[in-house]
T-cell receptor
Framework: NAGVTQTPKFQVLKTGQSMTLQCAQD?????MSWYRQDPGMGLRLIHY???????DQGEVPNGYNVSRSTTEDFPLRLLSAAPSQTSVYFC?????????????FGQGTRLTVV | GNSVTQMEGPVTLSEEAFLTINCTYT??????LFWYVQYPGEGLQLLLK?????DKGSNKGFEATYRKETTSFHLEKGSVQVSDSAVYFC?????????FGTGTRLKVLA
């Protein structure tokens, strides 16, 4: 059971570089989202998607782009990395069946921008 | 807007001690409530959940009851183990938007 797979697990970028964090899920979930985790701040929502071709901004979207061309994949792009984007990034996929819902998280990507 | 307030950590307990981690929420409507656990170096795992008022979620000896009258979802365990050392997150919502508390680090000493 793969669940939600994130790559890479660790990354160091120089300020101004770009990169894409990959996220894939094999549970056929409609909903996917990206969070960042910072000390003392819990997890904050960056972007989310309610289905292929549909994305929207979360709480902290600036500096990040997303797209959702397939149900399985939801990559997060940093166009010009900044030190403020040093964080741990989590991708999640979720479902809803009536009142039942649950989110499944990837293992995280630890990103350092120097 | 919706929000989750969780007790500050870290919490340090001896093995077999009783654990309570407080969580209160502000929300419109009737959201689902969750506790997630994060072990060192790992992602978040669902520990337990409750979907409506008075529901009790339970798993691995942990329990939490959805209290609408006090807008709370406190996590409890009667006897903690060293292996319970982790960060615990209370969360609100569901589907694609989850709102998390800041997390409470628990350290259990042998």
């Amino acid at each position: 059971n793969a669940g939600v797979t994130q790559t890479p697990k660790f990354q160091v970028l120089k300020t101004g570089q770009s990169m894409t964090l990959q996220c894939a899920q094999d549970m056929n979930h409609e909903y996917m989202s990206w969070y960042r985790q910072d000390p003392g701040m819990g997890l904050r929502l960056i972007h989310y998607s309610v289905g292929a071709g549909i994305t929207d901004q979360g709480e902290v979207p600036n500096g990040y782009n997303v797209s959702r061309s397939t149900t399985e994949d939801f990559p997060l792009r940093l166009l010009s990395a900044a030190p403020s984007q040093t964080s741990v990034y989590f991708c999640a996929s979720s479902y809803r069946q009536g009142a039942r819902t649950e989110a499944f998280f990837g293992q995280g990507t630890r990103l350092t921008v120097v | 807007g919706n929000s989750v307030t969780q007790m500050e950590g870290p919490v340090t307990l001896s093995e077999e001690a009783f654990l309570t981690i407080n969580c209160t929420y502000t929300a419109t409507g009737y959201p689902s409530l969750f506790w997630y656990v994060q072990y060192p170096g790992e992602g978040l795992q669902l520990l337990l959940k409750a979907t409506k008022a008075d529901d009790k979620g339970s798993n691995k000896g942990f329990e939490a009851t959805y209290r609408k009258e006090t807008t709370s979802f406190h996590l409890e365990k009667g006897s903690v183990q060293v292996s319970d050392s982790a960060v615990y997150f209370c969360a609100l919502g569901g589907t694609y938007k989850y709102i998390f508390g800041t997390g409470t680090r628990l350290k259990v000493l042998a």
